[in-house]
């Protein structure tokens, strides 16, 4: 029977000890969600914050590679006509039959680059030793590359 005594005023104990602590911080429920939920709101804007700072960084990125990439392949096309235009110098000095036979066996499109090359007159010549089948078609690539106007148009208005 004392046991049973000891047991209930320990509950009585703790049930005023636990509604004593209840007393001294009276924050509810609601006021609790209210700091979590202010708390999450301010992580998220700073979150945000942190991801616009980055959209930004990368589109200034893009902006610099995409720069960087069409400044890299002006140097490589004016490389590339500076390497056709010496090959055509080379070319323009060889034997014309010879030059004729190297630049029939090459693509259309480079053989027509390389002619392009070289001086008219020089051009002409290994033009006139090709097989004409041959000289057709280079010529017709240098009229599409813009290189030389076909007959009947001229430069003057």
């Not at 209930?8 to 006021?31: D, L, Q």
């Not at 708390?39 to 959209?55: M, P």
Request: glycine share 6%; net charge positive.
């Amino acid at each position: 029977m004392i046991i049973r005594y000891v047991i209930i005023i320990f509950f009585i104990a703790s049930s005023v000890v636990y509604a004593g602590t209840a007393v001294k911080h009276p924050v509810t429920r609601a006021e609790g969600y209210d700091k979590l939920v202010k708390k999450d709101i301010a992580d998220l804007q700073k979150l945000k914050a942190e991801i616009i700072a980055e959209q930004n960084r990368l589109k200034t990125a893009i902006g610099d590679y995409k720069k960087a990439k069409a400044d890299m392949e002006k140097i490589i096309k004016q490389v590339k006509n500076k390497n056709y235009k010496m090959i055509g110098m080379i070319y323009g000095n060889s034997d014309p039959q010879l030059s004729a036979k190297s630049l029939s066996l090459l693509p259309t499109n480079d053989a027509a680059k390389i002619l392009a090359g070289m001086p008219g007159r020089k051009a002409g010549k290994i033009l006139s030793v090709m097989k004409p089948a041959e000289a057709s078609k280079i010529t017709q690539r240098m009229i599409e590359l813009g290189v030389i106007k076909p007959r009947g148009t001229s430069n003057n208005p």
